[in-house]
């Protein structure tokens, strides 16, 4: 009669305890194949147990293949090839220090972590869960939610003046992610040029999609003339402003540059604006995707540095004549940014918390550099 000490299960339930117990000794061959098992009733008066849990026990056996059931007969031991040595696994936890981890990444840092405003955004999420209940709960648009791609539109045009149709608009888990899809749009094949030096996980990410990268030195102004030049590179992926870890800004003459390039060229550039936001003093500085009349440029934003490098939210606006080819490499990959979090940022923007955020920090910077 098979014998197991219950004592010994801790908080597992008794009809799994049983099933593991007898699934143990069918694959280290202690019950043989074609040996026969007590009687469910037999078993469970045996062990003490009710019946019910000597069922529970032999169907789990029954439905992985350890033991059959045969006709007026009762279960038998199925034939297991088990491969290898079957050994006792230690099943302790070594539980991870649940202490905030601080990340290294200088392009991040900035005023805006200690200044952002928790009671306005978590006041928000709390509103957003209230009126939209269960469509919270449907699965994203692969592009994003239309909620969100309309107030990032609005929001561009209204505080940035830059035009782009919410169509165009892709919303994605962060730079990084976007990064891949630029990948998976333009091709693996071609060569992308990153200023040098540059934030060092744009590299990583081109080259561990396999895509081949060449490094462009960087002068005062952005990439030296005499290396835009000459590179081989299909696609130019540039921080016009605050480039990182530089600090350069393009001038307007090197943007027309770059935008000549890819003009002539017949190719495209990713305009990487990770800091635009923070402009100081004046107006905002007029982006490459504004300057572009040959629908030449991809422009990249997150709201990670912005916001919060835990909100792991950017965006993507496409030229109109990448549309379609996007649609064909991208388009059927699920978007990786919870509903939740993208409504409640959409309200964010559409009640003005968002451009009342960036004022402060921007406040708050300008008297900085007063003092």
């Known amino acids: ?51 019910i849990t000597v069922e529970n026990a032999y169907q789990m056996l029954k439905d992985e293949g350890y033991i059959e059931p045969r006709e007026r007969s009762g279960y038998y031991v199925c034939e297991i090839h088990v491969i290898g040595e079957m050994k006792e696994q230690n099943q302790q936890l070594h539980m ?100 040098d030096p540059s934030y060092h996980q744009i590299r990583k990410v081109y080259e561990g999609t396999g895509a081949t990268c060449e490094m462009l030195p960087m002068g005062e102004d952005g990439i030296r003339s005499d290396v835009l030049a000459q590179t081989r590179a299909d696609v130019l992926h540039v921080t016009p402003f605050h480039s990182f870890p530089s600090g350069v800004t393009a001038t307007i003459g090197k943007r027309y540059e770059y935008l000549e390039w890819a003009r002539e060229k017949h190719h495209f550039i990713v305009e990487d604006d990770f800091d635009s936001e923070f402009f100081m003093p004046g107006k905002p500085v007029e982006t490459l995707f504004m ?69 402060r920090v921007r406040r708050k910077q300008n008297h900085k550099m007063e003092v």
């Open 1 to 51: 009669m098979l014998t197991y000490n219950l004592e010994q299960r801790n908080d597992e339930p008794k009809y799994y305890y049983i099933y593991k117990m007898i699934r143990r000794d069918i694959e280290r061959g202690k019950l043989k194949k074609g040996e026969k098992l007590p009687s469910k009733r037999s078993l469970a008066e045996h062990l003490g147990i009710s019946l």
């Open 96 to 195: 991870l220090p649940e202490i905030p981890e601080e990340i290294e990444d200088g392009r991040l840092q900035n005023a805006a972590l200690s200044s952002f405003p928790y009671s306005l955004y978590f006041k928000t999420v709390r509103s957003v869960i209230t009126e939209y209940g269960e469509e919270l709960l449907y699965r994203s648009p692969n592009e994003g939610c239309a909620i969100l791609r309309n107030s990032i539109a609005s929001y561009l045009l209204r505080y940035r003046g830059l035009f782009a149709q919410p169509e165009q608009i892709i919303i994605g888990s962060g730079a990084e992610h976007l990064y891949g899809t630029v990948v998976r749009i333009l091709g693996v094949d071609k060569i992308y040029g990153i200023e």
């Open 291 to 359: 300057l572009d009349d040959s629908s030449s440029v991809i422009y990249i934003n997150t709201f990670s540095k912005s916001l919060s490098p835990s909100i792991r939210m950017g965006y993507m606006i496409l030229p109109e004549r990448l549309m379609e080819r996007y649609k064909k490499t991208s388009g059927g990959f699920s978007c990786t940014v919870p509903v939740l979090e993208q409504y409640a940022l959409a309200e964010f923007i559409n009640k003005g918390y968002f451009e009342q955020h960036l004022s």
